[in-house]
């Protein structure tokens, strides 16, 4: 997933960053409310990590603007604000999680995992095709009973792609998710990364929809997706 992380908190922040990151996540970081909303705006995120105590802009100020505006991106409150009030505001803003400080990094990885599965709308934790399953949890993949050896980034694309069984994901979506804001994007990286998923599941496993994007292989009627 690309995650949106805000919190100001610096020794936090990167614990954080690099936790998410070794649990394979794609992580942009930012410490204050006014950046957070601007990045919101322009930028597409799988969930926000969100602090409320922010400089410049509190949280619950972002996450109610950003839902009147219409964002459907899970948003996962992470705060030191522990009463049953703070909770209870918190998810009537429209979070769609609330987790206290301090917490557990794995238990924060479990709910993001949870959250996940809660916005593809399935309820099964791993991604199955055929004879291929992905295991989120675990960040590993077989097939026909075999383990594979997939990369960060490449278990990231596969990952987007099983999520989306039966629906055309164009070029933008998959390499917006793979790098973050102020990251330099090779201009053929994606191609690479699916040439390479290709020699290990097969040639026809991810179907290329010209002048579109890209499916796991179906034979149902493509949806056509432009996110």
Known sequence: MRILLVEDDE???EAVQKGLSLDG???DWVKDGNTAESVIKTETFDLIVLDLGLPKQPGLQILRRARTDGLKTPVLILTARDT?????????SGADDYMIKPFDLDVLCA?????????SGRAEPNLIFGDLILYP??????????????????????????????????????SQMLYGFGEEVDSNALEVHIHNLRKKLGANFIVTIRGVGYMI?????????RS
């Not at 049953?84 to 009537?92: A, E, K, P, R, S």
């Not at 709910?111 to 916005?119: H, Q």
């Not at 594979?148 to 070029?171: C, D, H, M, T």
């Open 25 to 27: 996540h794609h992580v």
């Open 84 to 92: 049953t009030d703070d909770t209870v505001i918190g998810l009537d």
């Open 11 to 13: 020794q936090l922040g």
């Open 217 to 225: 292989g179906t034979q149902t009627q493509p949806k056509e997706d």
């Open 137 to 174: 949890a675990s960040h590993t993949v077989t097939y026909k009973g075999e383990h594979l050896n997939i990369p960060r980034r490449e278990f990231a694309i596969l990952e987007k792609l099983l999520e989306n069984q039966g629906r055309v994901l164009s070029r933008e979506a998959l």
């Open 111 to 119: 709910r993001i995992r949870a959250l996940g599965r809660r916005a």
